[in-house]
């Protein structure tokens, strides 16, 4: 079963930015379902499953792109 989760973003300085987190959590990371950033509110809104990913992968997948990121829900 999939979960759904709310983080806040740190580190984005123009909207490609967001199209950056995107792509490292819909192309690159292993269990997400879908992830959707939004550059105006600072959130991601990421879709995945809990048995191949966690939280904390989550949030290292966004640190790897170069961002900062903190679970809010
Ligand atoms: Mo915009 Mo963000 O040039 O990593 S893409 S600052």
Redo the contacts with the bound molecule.
């Keep these: 079963t999939e979960k759904t989760t709310t983080l806040a973003v740190t580190g984005?300085?123009?909207?490609?930015?967001a199209?950056?987190i995107e792509r490292a959590l819909n192309k690159k990371t292993a269990g997400v379902a879908s992830a959707s950033v939004n550059f105006a509110t600072e959130r991601v809104a990421v879709t995945y499953d809990p048995d191949v990913l966690s939280l904390e992968g989550i949030v290292a997948a966004i640190e790897k792109a170069?961002?900062g990121a903190l679970p809010v829900t």
């Design positions: 984005m300085t123009c909207a490609n930015c199209a950056n170069g961002y």
